[in-house]
C-alpha cells in the first residue's frame, strides 16, 4: 500500500525476487493509499533453503516515495484452489448463483440469487445440515437449474476437481434426487448424485487444462420435471503432481 503524499502520486514499485537472482519474479506499482492491492507470482524452487527479497524502486523523476508490505505467503502451486469464491460465501456475486444458507436447520433456508437477498429470503425446506465448507452453499434446483464461472490456470497440466452435495429431505426421500455434473469447457468432468440430505456426498474427477482462462459449469438434471434441489459447496480444482498422474 502507498503511503500519501501531498500531490497524491504514487512514486515506488515493489519487486520481489528469490535467492541470488537479478531479474525480478514481479513488479508492481501500488495505485492506493486507502486500501490495499494483492500480486502473485509463480517461482521454480529447488529443495533447500531460499531468500526472498522486497526491493523498491523509485519511478522516475520521483524525489521520496514509500510503500507497505504485508500479508506474505508462500504455497505450493499444488495446494492452490484455482476457482474463485469456490465455497460460495457471503459478498461474492456469481452469475446464475443461486446462494443458500440455513436459517433453520429443522425447516427453512434462505435462498437469493444472483447474489441478491429476496425479501426476507424464499423459504425453502431444504433441512440442510451444515454446510460443507463456511456458512453459504449454491442451490441447484428446477427454476435455476445451473450455476458457472470462470477462473485462470497459471500452467497447464493435469487437474482435480472436486465438490460436495447434498439433497433436500423431500427428494432423499422420496428417491427423486437431482444428479448435478460438473463441466469444464463443456466437458462433463464428475458427476454426483447425493446419498442423504442429513450428510454431504463428494465426488471427484481429473482433466488436462492449458494455460488460460476456462468456464466452470455446475447442471443439475431433475429426474421427470420434478420440483428437485442438490445443494453443492465445498469445489476445489487442484494442480496435480506429475507423479500423481
Not at 63 to 78: C, G, I, P, R
Request: glycine share 10%; hydrophobic share 35%; aromatic share 10%.
Amino acid at each position: 500500500r502507498q503511503f500519501a503524499t501531498v500531490e497524491q502520486t504514487y512514486g515506488m514499485y515493489v519487486k520481489v525476487r528469490f535467492d541470488d537472482s537479478t531479474e525480478d519474479a514481479v513488479k508492481v506499482a501500488p495505485t492506493d493509499y486507502q486500501k490495499w492491492g494483492e500480486c502473485s507470482c509463480l517461482v521454480n524452487l529447488s529443495a533447500g533453503a531460499h531468500t526472498i527479497a522486497f526491493l523498491g524502486e523509485l519511478k522516475p523523476g520521483v524525489a521520496d516515495a514509500s510503500t507497505v508490505v504485508d500479508m506474505v505467503s508462500l504455497e505450493s502451486y499444488y495446494d492452490i484452489n484455482l476457482v474463485p469464491n469456490a465455497s460460495f460465501e457471503e459478498g461474492t456475486v456469481i452469475p446464475n448463483g443461486n446462494y443458500v444458507t440455513n436459517v433453520d436447520p429443522d425447516y427453512h433456508t434462505s435462498l437469493w440469487h444472483g447474489g441478491i437477498l429476496t425479501a426476507g429470503g424464499e423459504g425453502l425446506t431444504f433441512c440442510l445440515p451444515d454446510m460443507y465448507d463456511g456458512r453459504y452453499g449454491m442451490a441447484l434446483h428446477r427454476e435455476y437449474p445451473s450455476t458457472e464461472l470462470d477462473f485462470t490456470v497459471p500452467i497447464g497440466g493435469k487437474f482435480q476437481l472436486s465438490f460436495a452435495g447434498v439433497s433436500r429431505k423431500q427428494e432423499a426421500q422420496l428417491s427423486c434426487k437431482n444428479t448435478v455434473t460438473a463441466y469444464i469447457d463443456d466437458e462433463p468432468i464428475a458427476s454426483l448424485l447425493p446419498e442423504s440430505y442429513a450428510s454431504w456426498t463428494k465426488t471427484s474427477g481429473k482433466i488436462k487444462l492449458q494455460a488460460g482462462t476456462h468456464h466452470l459449469r455446475f447442471t443439475g438434471v431433475t429426474p421427470g420435471g420434478i420440483d428437485s434441489s442438490t445443494v453443492i459447496d465445498g469445489v476445489v480444482l487442484q494442480a496435480l503432481p506429475a507423479k500423481g498422474l
